[in-house]
Antibody, heavy 120, light 110 residues
Framework: EVQLVQSGAEVKKPGESLRISCKAS????????ITWVRQMPGKGLEWMARIDPSDSYTQYSRSLQGHVTFSTDKSTSSAYLQWSSLKASDTAMYYC?????????????WGQGTLVTVSS | QSVLTQPPSASGTPGQRVTISCSGS????????VNWYQQLPGTAPKLLIH???QRPSGVPDRFSASKSGTSASLAISGLQSEDEADYYCAAWDDSLNGAVFGGGTQLTVL
C-alpha cells in the first residue's frame, strides 16, 4: 500500500529554521517524483516544487525565490522541505504528494499534511 | 490570482448534475493534460481525475471530466451530500515550467 506520512505540526517564531519531512512507503521511492503543495489558511492549493528522488533534480515555483530548500534521502525514502529563516507568511498547511513519471499523471497519493504556524 | 480560472462556488441538490469549469491558456491546458482533485473539509486533497478524463481506481463513475482547447470541465452526476467539498483543476504550465492549480470551487449540496 502506497503511503506518504508527514511529520507533525510545528509552531515556530519568525527567523527560526525548520525542516519537515515526508516518508514514503509501499513503492519504489526513486521511480516517482515527489511534489510539495502549500495551502495557506482558507486559501487554495499552490504548487511549490517537484523533486526527482533518483538525482534530486528539482523544479521550483518561481514565487518561492530561493526561500525554501527541497531534498530527499534515498536511504530512508524521505523527502524534506526546509526553511533557514521562517516568516509569518510561511504559515500554511504543507502537503507532499507522489507523481508517477508521466506527463499525464496526477498527484495520486498525498501525505496527511504538516501544519506550520509562524508567529511571534 | 490563479493561472487557471474556476468559479469560486457551485451548488446543486441531491441527484442533480453539476459542472465545474476550468479555464487556462495554450501554455497549460492547451498543451498538457488536466487533473482534478477533491478536497473534503479538513482533509488532504485526493486525485479525482487524471489525464483529462481518467478516473483512478475507486472513484465513482458519477465523476467525469473533459477537455477542449484551453478549457476543461468536471461533471458530477447524481449529486450526493458527501460530494460537498472543494474541487481543483491542475495542469503543467510550459511557460512557468511548473504545475498550476485553479483557485478551487467550493461545491455545496443544498
Amino acid at each position: 500500500e502506497v503511503q506518504l506520512v508527514q511529520s507533525g505540526a510545528e509552531v515556530k517564531k519568525p527567523g527560526e529554521s525548520l525542516r519537515i519531512s515526508c516518508k514514503a512507503s509501499g513503492y519504489s521511492f526513486t521511480n516517482s517524483w515527489i511534489t510539495w503543495v502549500r495551502q495557506m489558511p482558507g486559501k487554495g492549493l499552490e504548487w511549490m516544487a517537484r523533486i526527482d528522488p533518483s538525482d534530486s533534480y528539482t523544479q521550483y515555483s518561481r514565487s518561492l525565490q530561493g526561500h525554501v530548500t527541497f531534498s530527499t534521502d534515498k536511504s530512508t525514502s524521505s523527502a524534506y522541505l526546509q526553511w533557514s529563516s521562517l516568516k509569518a507568511s510561511d504559515t500554511a498547511m504543507y502537503y507532499c504528494a507522489r507523481q508517477v513519471r508521466s506527463s499525464s499523471s496526477g498527484f495520486d497519493f498525498w501525505g496527511q499534511g504538516t501544519l506550520v504556524t509562524v508567529s511571534s | 490570482q490563479s493561472v487557471l480560472t474556476q468559479p469560486p462556488s457551485a451548488s446543486g441538490t441531491p441527484g442533480q448534475r453539476v459542472t465545474i469549469s476550468c479555464s487556462g491558456s495554450d501554455s497549460n491546458i492547451g498543451g498538457n493534460t488536466v487533473n482534478w482533485y477533491q478536497q473534503l473539509p479538513g482533509t488532504a486533497p485526493k486525485l479525482l481525475i487524471h489525464n483529462n478524463n481518467q478516473r483512478p481506481s475507486g472513484v465513482p463513475d458519477r465523476f467525469s471530466a473533459s477537455k477542449s482547447g484551453t478549457s476543461a470541465s468536471l461533471a458530477i452526476s447524481g449529486l450526493q451530500s458527501e460530494d460537498e467539498a472543494d474541487y481543483y483543476c491542475a495542469a503543467w504550465d510550459d511557460s512557468l515550467n511548473g504545475a498550476v492549480f485553479g483557485g478551487g470551487t467550493q461545491l455545496t449540496v443544498l
